[in-house]
């Protein structure tokens, strides 16, 4: 059997790629918002071992069509060495479209040109990023260890190299204080960027987090859906990127905003003026089982 030491998490559009766990946990994990990793140490897995699961998914999968290298911030390894296993899989798997994994701006800023090249060379398609906010005061509220500037330049080596460059925003962050400051600086980070994929999610608050002990002491007051959709619109309006997919591809969204910027930028406003017009049907609080 594969190895896998759980929980394992991966992006939602990931869910039928063949997952291989190059890294344990990630090596950050202290945003406060974030609880998947809090009961992992960060390791870097043995190549040797990992290539062993490479096999044995070889012998049980005929067609693999993606492979996506967990956990949090695989890229975060030394370069060489993950070029070698990207290199391996693909090797193996000679039918893959895409190789993924997560890339987070603190661990991408430290990496030159040249390493990520090296990565895209070896057949690395797709890093998935996690700007969260393009605001400094809300990224140091929650512990983000990187400025936005920061991870601006770090997304654009990534498109740099010929990787596909596919953000994550996670919309509420700011709350119900910050709300407007975290719309417009992170339409301004994105457009700075250019992606290739916008991806919001939303903040939800998960018992244990240091966020949620902060809106249990009354110091961080949660969005409600409607100032969620108010700050959706706002960023929206703001961004000016082309041939970008904006897509609330995530469980913990209220409305399934889809399209390609900027064709569709006003059906998009207008799907969130109809959340807006009708906030008991499309915005009421959110019970979610899973994430």
């Known amino acids: 059997m594969i190895s896998y030491e759980q929980p394992l998490y991966r992006p939602p559009c990931e869910a039928g790629s063949l997952i291989i766990q190059v890294t344990l946990g990630c090596p950050h994990n202290r945003c406060t918002f974030c609880g998947m990793y809090k009961m992992k140490k960060y390791q870097v897995r043995d190549a040797e071992e990992v290539k062993a699961d490479l096999r044995k998914a070889r012998i049980i999968y005929s067609y693999v069509e993606s492979i996506f290298l967990a956990d949090g911030n695989t890229i975060a390894m030394n370069s060489e060495k993950l070029a070698e296993i990207i290199a391996y899989a693909r090797e193996l798997f000679p039918e893959t479209k895409r190789v993924s994994s997560y890339g987070g701006g603190r661990f991408l800023k430290g990496k030159s040109p040249e390493a990520l090249k090296r990565l895209a060379e070896a057949g690395l398609d797709t890093i ?25 330049k770090a997304a654009l080596k990534v498109k740099e190299a010929g990787i596909v460059l596919s953000v994550y925003i996670l919309l509420g962050l700011g709350g119900e204080r910050f709300w407007r400051q975290h719309a417009e600086n992170t339409a301004i980070a994105l457009n700075q960027m250019q992606p290739n994929y916008i991806r919001p999610r939303t903040l939800y608050l998960l018992p244990g987090t240091p966020l949620h002990e902060e809106k249990q002491r009354g110091e961080f007051e949660e969005a409600s859906g ?22 609330s591809d995530h469980v913990s969204n209220y409305i399934p905003v889809y399209g390609l910027l900027p064709r569709d930028k006003g059906k998009m406003l207008e799907m969130i003026d109809q959340a807006l017009s009708e906030p008991d049907r499309y915005l009421a609080p959110r019970i979610l089982t899973h994430l």
């Open 128 to 152: 998935y990023f996690g700007l969260e906010t393009g605001d400094d005061y809300i990224l140091n509220k929650v512990n983000k260890g990187v400025t936005s500037s920061e991870m601006v």
């Open 226 to 247: 409607e100032t969620i959709m108010r700050e959706l619109r706002l960023m929206l309006e703001m961004l000016e990127v082309e041939e970008s997919y904006f897509l």
